[in-house]
């Protein structure tokens, strides 16, 4: 008898967790794009006032200060996704709202590269395609992991060409690696708001690890934005 009280009370009290957990889903949804949205913003404003200040050509005439911001870029993504778990909230925050900023300074060479008609087609053509993705990612009952191990595969290649491109310099190369840019980071889109959907899900509504997760999701979804608007920029945008 007591053995199928507890039972009983075991299934009670999971129940009302599964039952949290499905109402709490969809507000930590919308913080994860709330942070996304806003370091997209941070990013643009940082972008058009290092272009337009002048600060772009101090950037652009010193090699080592431009290095030092990518070098810093790549430091403070690592930093935040390998310490997130000793880091406070607040401290992630902050770090995540330094690397928006920074993002956006050595973004804003694509203000002297392309018109700004071109610029603004462009991000409104990748916010369609990633609200797109972001929907399919959220609602489909599909298991994307076994897509994303493999869009993680291709992503390391990506990066591998880049590189190599940047000593070939071939056009076409290029071109074949933009094409390919787009279709990995439509892809990841999908995949990572699955992904983010799923922890958010098994997490504890409420705690802080649920909010660094909430994060983390945002800064993931926050680089699938920005890769997936450099690449179609490089196939759509029109240069002066």
Not at 83 to 112: D, E, H, R
Not at 158 to 164: G, K, P, R
Not at 200 to 226: C, N, R, V
């Amino acid at each position: 008898m007591n053995n199928q009280m507890n039972n009983q009370n075991y299934y009670t009290g999971f129940g009302e967790r599964e039952l949290a957990q499905q109402a709490a889903l969809p507000a930590l949804m919308r913080k994860v794009y709330t942070w996304m949205s806003l370091a997209l913003v941070i990013t643009a404003i940082a972008a058009y006032g290092t272009a337009t200040s002048g600060l772009a050509y101090t950037i652009a005439a010193n090699p080592l200060l431009f290095w030092g911001l990518i070098i810093g870029e790549l430091a403070l993504v690592f930093g935040v996704s390998a310490g997130i778990n000793k880091l406070s909230i607040t401290t992630a925050t902050l770090l995540f709202v330094l690397y928006s900023v920074i993002n956006g300074v050595t973004l804003s060479f694509i203000f002297f590269a392309y018109t700004m008609a071109s610029i603004a087609k462009v991000f409104f053509i990748t916010a369609a395609t990633f609200g797109v993705m972001a929907v399919y990612g959220y609602t489909t009952k599909t298991d994307l992991s076994k897509m994303g191990k493999i869009l993680f595969l291709a992503l390391i290649g990506l990066i591998i060409a880049v590189v190599v491109n940047i000593f070939v310099k071939s056009t076409m190369f290029d071109l074949v690696i933009s094409c390919v840019g787009v279709l990995i980071f439509v892809g990841l889109t999908a995949w990572d708001t699955q992904k983010i959907k799923a922890m958010l899900y098994q997490a504890e509504p409420g705690s802080e690890t649920t909010q660094k997760i909430a994060l983390m999701g945002a800064l993931s979804l926050y680089l699938d934005f920005i890769n997936l608007f450099i690449y179609l920029l490089r196939l759509l945008g029109r240069r002066d």
